[in-house]
C-alpha cells in the first residue's frame, strides 16, 4: 500500500466505478417518495413501532429525509440509541432507490456517532450515491441537528447490493409476501423501483 493512498476497503469504489445516474421517470426534487413498504421499521405508515421516516427526493443521485427522536428510541437517559440512529441512516440510503429505479439492500454500512442526539430533536438526514460498480452501489449519508444546515451528529457510508424483486419473494416470510403480492400498491411501489417495471 502506498504511503499516499488510504487502505481500500469495501466501502471505497473500485477505479473503474462509474457515476450514478438518475432514472429519467424518477420522482422530481421535493416530492415526497412515501414508503417503500407500508409496514417496514423504517419508512412503513402502518408500523406502530416504526420511525415513520420520510424522505424526498432531491436533485441528482439525493435525497433528503427527517426523523423526529421519540421517547421510545432511547438508548441512555433522553438521548437516541445509537441503533436506531443507524436505521434512520439505513433507511434514508435505502431511499435513493427511488432515485435510480433500482431495487438494492444493504450489504455493508458503518456510522460515525459525532454528537449525541437528544430526544424530540429533529435529525435532518441527506443521502447521495457516490459511485456504482456492477450491482454495487457506493453511498454516503449524514443526519444533522438544530436545523438542516445545523451540525452533524451522524454519519454512514455503504454499499448497497442491487437484487431483483425476487429477492424478497425468495426469502420473505410467506404470510407477509402473500399479502404483499395480494396488494396492489404494493405491487405498484415494488415495480416503481425497477428499471422496466
Ligand atoms: C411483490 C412483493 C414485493 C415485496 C417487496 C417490497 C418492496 C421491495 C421494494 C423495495 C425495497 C428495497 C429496499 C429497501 C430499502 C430500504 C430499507 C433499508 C435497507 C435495508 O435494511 S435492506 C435489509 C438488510 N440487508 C439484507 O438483508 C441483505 C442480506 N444479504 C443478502 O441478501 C446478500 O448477501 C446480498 C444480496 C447482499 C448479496 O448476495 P448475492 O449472492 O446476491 O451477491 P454476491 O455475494 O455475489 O455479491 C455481489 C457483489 O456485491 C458485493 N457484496 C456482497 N455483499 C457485500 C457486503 N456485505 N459488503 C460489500 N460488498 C458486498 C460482492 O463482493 C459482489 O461484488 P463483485 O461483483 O465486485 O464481486
Not at 438521548?79 to 443507524?86: K, M, Q, S
Request: glycine share 10%.
Amino acid at each position: 500500500m502506498s504511503a499516499d493512498r488510504p487502505a481500500r476497503t469495501s466501502l471505497t469504489p473500485p477505479d473503474d466505478a462509474v457515476t450514478p445516474v438518475r432514472h429519467p421517470d424518477a420522482p422530481a426534487p421535493g416530492e415526497v417518495l412515501g414508503s417503500h413498504y407500508d409496514q417496514c421499521f423504517g419508512c412503513g405508515e402502518k408500523q406502530p413501532h416504526g420511525l415513520h421516516l420520510e424522505a424526498r427526493a432531491g436533485e441528482g443521485v439525493t435525497v433528503t429525509a427527517e426523523f423526529t427522536v421519540k421517547p421510545a428510541h432511547q438508548g441512555a437517559p433522553g438521548l437516541a440509541h445509537g441503533g436506531v440512529l443507524t436505521t434512520a441512516l439505513d433507511e434514508t440510503l435505502g431511499s435513493l432507490n427511488w432515485l435510480m429505479h433500482v431495487i438494492s439492500v444493504t450489504g455493508r454500512l458503518e456510522a460515525d456517532f459525532v454528537r449525541p442526539v437528544p430526544v424530540d430533536t429533529v435529525l435532518h438526514l441527506d443521502a447521495r450515491a457516490t459511485a456504482r460498480h456492477g450491482r454495487k452501489i457506493y453511498c454516503t449519508a449524514t443526519g444533522r441537528i438544530g436545523g438542516a444546515d445545523g451540525p452533524v451528529a451522524v454519519r454512514a457510508d455503504a454499499v448497497f447490493i442491487e437484487v431483483k424483486v425476487e429477492h424478497f419473494v425468495d426469502h420473505g416470510r410467506e404470510a407477509e409476501i402473500q399479502a404483499a403480492m395480494a396488494d396492489p400498491d404494493q405491487v405498484r411501489r415494488a415495480r416503481a423501483f425497477e428499471v422496466n417495471p
